[in-house]
């Protein structure tokens, strides 16, 4: 029997790191070095290994993450391969996962996947996740239900939708998890045991309102974040609204606390900000939904909400704002972001 084809594309990050001159450890493997470390691998799959960069996650950025989407696009296209495992840093994991799981038409596996303890370590975790990640990548009931389950990060055996994943602690290996919902699958005794399909309807209302999906060529603009805590003056937002180019950011996401529920004093501000660039309210906590007709009080979510406040729904705020940022970079007006967000509310 053939063995799938799947294409290991490296960006760096702790899965990728040598000894350093500092003491530390810096980036430095690459694809080939982290296929190597994984022996009896090649009897899985025939593995493509490219290395497209040798940065921590925290330097990448919109534009190479899309870079990646389209080389697994050519690829794909090319039918050059059944599946593609993106190695990287874990730090930004949960955001390139989920960006690319917005952009991606292909109907292949892509899994995403790195390390929490880097390779001069005992125990460096690396290596049992990328064997993981292969597998699933190469796994039939993956590549057959590819395109409704979305982009996976494969971390310590679970199986997690990049719409629902986060990184919950700094350090820990076991530090992934989908707080709202769980993982969607698991590895025992090295097979793939798939438990759930996630909701992608926001993915779904995506190809709608962009006849397919979305078209990322164009400049892609600034989205601010700003999470609340106790006491905000609101004087970044002030000084949003002072700057007659919002200081370059075309969108705000708001880090709101509870329900989605602002201080009493911003409601003027963001009411203002909303009338020039949109700005959406994402739950702080990380997971959960927002409400939307609960509470009244100046500030909270009913009121926010007719104040032309947007609702992420069950979107985490660092989420949200890619969501925001794939929808203005294609173009697509309020209304059908509206139609967008209300996926996920
Ligand atoms: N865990 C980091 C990453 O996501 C590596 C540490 C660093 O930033 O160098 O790549």
Redesign the pocket.
Known sequence: MTKPRIAVLAL???IA?VKGDAGG???GLGADDLVAAVPGIDAIADLQAETISR?????LTVPAVLAVARRIEALAAAGAIDGAVVT??????EESSFLLDLVLTSSIPVVVT?A?RNPLSVSHDGPGNVLAAVRVAADPTVRAHAHSIGVLVVMLDNIHAAVNVAKATSTRIDAFTSPETGPVGILVEDRVRLSSVPNRDYRTALETETDGGPDMTGDIPSVALHTLAMGESGGLLKALIANPDTLGYAGLVLGATGGGHAPEWLVEPLETLAKRVPVVMAGRMQAGYLLAKTYERAGSEIDLINRGIVSAGRLPPLKARLLLTVMLTAGLDAEAQARVWATLN
């Open positions: 760096g990050g702790t790191m450890v810096r980036p940065i921590s996650s925290s330097d990287q840093g874990t730090d930004t994991m790195g929490m």
